[in-house]
């Protein structure tokens, strides 16, 4: 308990002093570090397959390699590669626990990067061990990161749009699966992916439009109208999927898919080149939308209004802002882009549309903008760390059919991209400051 302030009566010297402690949550970061990284050490290093090779495929035949610059294999002894980084990413917790016991307030670049360095380690020593007598092709790994991460992406910046202007945003789940839903079956009636894609945002809309009806106009509970609504979007598509779509598949839900848009000379550029330059157009997209995100959010008028409504929206009332207007814009166009996300679940990947096939990618899109801290950027990192756990499962689930190296139950694997998102956001969900407004209805006065 800080003590009471000192009222100065005379013209003595008043000293500014400077109180900070640190909070009694201080070593929970470290110590969680430092069991992970012994038990690296422990299952990944000096319990692994002796004289096993792990192998990294990075370069193929015709990539622009010149002089062969970037081997095409990288060949590792399994247990002293995964024992060395594991070790590195034991001295990376140490430096975590170096910053949290010196400094009160321990934060900035350095710890960002200590941090980033033990992840990077310890995956890799999770790869290394894993992989033992095996081959894993980091291009294809890497790919379907990327294709992986768009529904998350977008998702997740369908609840930066609505939480930044104070609406909490739990109906990502149904908003892609209606996104999904229409394109699927505006494309099969039409017989163009084109109009699918333009169909999706649009189909989306409608999701959003309930949202903002009821948390908006009728200020219901925000969270339990997400939940609904979320119930209510799997109930619809299974009816008419069920009614129509399967009755007749050819004329309703036939698969289709959005071409392949490849750069020339860039998509030949070794491991970063066809994951970043031979991709669809959704791909492409996102990238656009994040920096025009970004910059709108935090480089314009109607960023500053937005934050401005999602912060304290009285007093945005006070200076001419419209608050509910601009929550009723904002929600809708949330809604929109996560119906892009729900494109790349059909026409994005060449699927017909089935039950509930979002399968809770509205929820780690949640947990991604939650762990990017309602930013743009931040939200596309933590939907590219949850995108990368799940391709890294669907690529060793192939592996553990082969006979030889290390087996892990396939049950495990599938439980992998949660395990991941829940870990993350129990690391970083305390530290996140949430918009003041978020979740509070405004009656104009």
Known sequence: MSAAPVIVTDDSTVT???????????????????????LALVFFGLRGIPGADSVYVLAREGDLNPLGIIPERVQLPSMPGATILAIIALLAAGGVWFLHATRPRPG???????????????????????????????????????????PLAFGSLSGVLSERAGVINIAIEGQLLFGAFGAALV????????VGLLAAPLVALFMGALLALFAVGYQV???????VLNVFAIGLTSFF????????????????????????VLADIPVIGRVLFEQNVLVY???????????????????????????????????????????????????????????????????????????GKGYIALAAMILGRYHPIGALLAALTFAFADSLQLRLGTMVSQEGGVAIPGDFLLMLPYVVALFAVAGVVGRVRVPAADGIPYTKQ
């Not at 494309?187 to 084109?194: D, F, I, M, N, P």
Request: proline share 4%; no cysteine; net charge positive.
């Open 16 to 38: 500014r002093r400077k109180e900070d402690t640190r909070p009694g949550s201080w070593w929970r970061m470290p110590t969680v570090l430092t069991v992970m990284a012994l």
């Open 108 to 150: 900035g670049k350095l710890r960002t990067s200590l941090i980033a360095l033990f992840a990077v380690a310890w995956v890799l020593s999770f790869m290394t061990w894993v992989i033992s007598e095996r081959t894993l092709d980091v291009t294809t790994l890497l790919q379907g990161t990327i294709v992986l991460a768009v």
């Open 187 to 194: 494309a099969s009636l039409t017989g163009s992916v084109w």
């Open 221 to 227: 509970q925000q969270i339990i109208v997400g939940v």
């Open 241 to 264: 999927f069920g009614t129509v779509m399967t009755q007749d598949p050819g004329t309703y839900n036939r698969p289709m898919r959005l071409p392949t848009l490849r750069i020339p």
């Open 285 to 359: 997209l996102m990238w656009i939308i994040v920096a025009v995100l970004t910059i709108a959010l935090f480089r314009t008028r109607w960023g500053l209004r937005v934050r401005a409504v999602g912060e304290h929206p009285r007093a945005a009332d006070t200076v001419g802002i419209a608050v509910n207007p601009t929550r009723w814009k904002n929600v809708l166009l949330g809604s929109a882009v996560a119906g892009l996300g729900g494109a790349t679940l059909t026409i994005g990947t060449g699927v017909a549309f089935g039950e509930e096939m979002s399968a």
